[in-house]
């Protein structure tokens, strides 16, 4: 499946046309009452494990260290009127492997848009639409393949109508369509990838937002809908894919979703900022489309049964539906700013059903010296595979930072990354890793 963003294409054609006042660096461009502020940031970077493998530790192949140079240009778009808010993110990341035999590493079109715009921000009715489209890849054990990702297109556009009955209250009900494109990386020695699977998602949106405190509200969103999978059943052989446990092929059904969440969010003291909700939702799949895909294909036998291989399983019922978040933010000084956040969530996936997770996260942001800031970023996740792929894992990622800013428009930028991913009792050891990154470059932002 391949598509093209017209509403992104159109925003962001129309602020190719614009003209552009002339602006110092650092202090940003102004077009009418927008705000534009373009940046390049360029780094060098060293991984310990480029292509994400399990390593001789693990008994595995030993790992592929890394240099590279990554080139991210970046454009920020604001404008605030009492008719039309608008706002666009666009960003492009380029990589370079300075080692030719990491040349399937090399990316050149990696990607990401962001464009949102409300009709009427202040008005009793009003209008809200929103685009993002983003491609993007995840590193694989495919050392000798041409390109060593899989890649990831998706793009998920929303539009909703808005009542406002009062300066406190807001209602709003509309749509959202979902499309996703995975591909896989080529046979040795190619130069094209492999379609592993296409998801098309569409339904509805409602949310409401009370503010019965100045700053603090209640907030409540829900969203239904279904989705369809271009190849409901995938072939398992081969290419480092076989598994004994899940037979020659797997079952992707279609399905259909539902949730509802339901909090607060204010600042409750001068230094506090804090969020909290729960809500219930729901992922049921459609086991014959399993079973039709394998008809037309000529597939029998007890794999497409859903009894036999699971393909069919549901994430239903408490506590398995349960949705939980919490997020605190707390300023120590004014320089200073602390935040804690939880969250119990699902989500559908391309390679099995489903996957449930816990995510704690933790942060910290300071400033020193006017010139100087820093910061701290932790997230663990735990999660939980089911369907016919079964499977627990635990994946931590941390980052520690520090940018000088040498003038109103450049600094200077060094960052620590760690990212690692283990099997919960060593149950899958072919999935972990670890790789640390270590990154200096510079940003400059007109």
């Given at each position: ?76 778009v ?205 992922l ?13 294909d ?14 069919g ?41 489903y ?9 910290w ?13 932790l997230?663990l ?62 940003r400059a932002?007109?």
């Amino acid at each position: 499946m391949r598509f093209q963003s017209s509403l992104t294409v159109l925003l962001v054609g129309w602020l190719c046309l614009a003209g552009a006042a002339a602006a110092e660096p650092g202090e940003h461009i102004r077009v009418g009452n927008a705000e534009v502020v373009p940046s390049v940031s360029l780094d060098g970077q060293y991984r310990t494990n480029v292509y994400l493998q399990e390593g001789a530790l693990g008994g595995g192949v030993p790992v592929t260290p890394g240099a590279l140079l990554s080139l991210r240009p970046t454009l920020g778009v604001r404008l605030d009127s009492d008719t039309l808010q608008f706002s666009l993110d666009a960003a492009y990341n380029a990589r370079k492997y300075l080692s030719p035999e990491l040349s399937n590493l090399d990316r050149f079109n990696f990607f990401d848009v962001g464009v949102g715009a409300s009709l009427l921000p202040k008005g009793m009715f009003g209008l809200v639409v929103r685009n993002d489209l983003v491609l993007s890849g995840r590193e694989t054990e495919a050392t000798t393949a041409a390109d060593a990702y899989i890649l990831a297109l998706t793009e998920r556009g929303s539009g909703k109508l808005v009542f406002r009955p009062g300066s406190s209250m807001e209602l709003g009900v509309g749509g959202a369509v979902d499309i996703q494109d995975y591909n896989t990386p080529g046979a040795t020695n190619t130069f094209a990838t492999t379609n592993l699977n296409s998801r098309l998602g569409y339904g509805g949106v409602a949310d409401f937002q009370w503010r019965f405190f100045p700053r603090t509200a209640f907030v409540a969103e829900s969203e239904w809908g279904r989705f369809t999978w271009q190849d409901n059943i995938l072939n398992a052989q081969g290419a480092g894919q076989s598994d004994d446990d899940l037979g020659d092929f797997i079952g992707i059904p279609d399905g259909r979703y539902w949730r509802v969440t339901a909090g607060l969010r204010g600042r409750f003291t001068e230094k506090l900022v804090l969020g909290i909700g729960t809500g219930y939702g729901a992922l049921i799949y459609d086991e014959q489309s399993v079973i039709d895909g394998a008809a037309v294909d000529g597939i029998t036998g007890p794999e497409v049964n859903p009894q036999v291989s699971n393909f069919g399983a549901d994430l239903n019922g408490l506590p398995g539906g349960l949705l939980l978040r919490a997020d605190v933010a707390y300023e120590v000084t004014e320089k200073q700013k602390v935040t804690f956040g939880y969250a119990r969530d699902f989500q559908d996936v391309f390679w099995t059903n489903y996957v449930q997770y816990h995510r704690v996260s933790a942060s910290w942001r300071g400033t020193f010296a006017s010139r100087v800031t820093g910061s701290l970023d932790l997230m663990l996740r735990r999660e939980a595979y089911g369907g016919e792929a079964t499977r627990d894992d635990n994946y931590l990622r941390s980052q520690a930072g520090l940018a000088l800013h040498t003038t109103r428009w450049l600094d200077i930028t060094a960052m620590q990354s760690w990212q690692r991913r283990t099997s919960v009792n060593g149950a899958n050891p072919s999935v972990e890793f670890d790789d640390f990154t270590t990154s200096l470059g510079v940003r400059a932002t007109y």
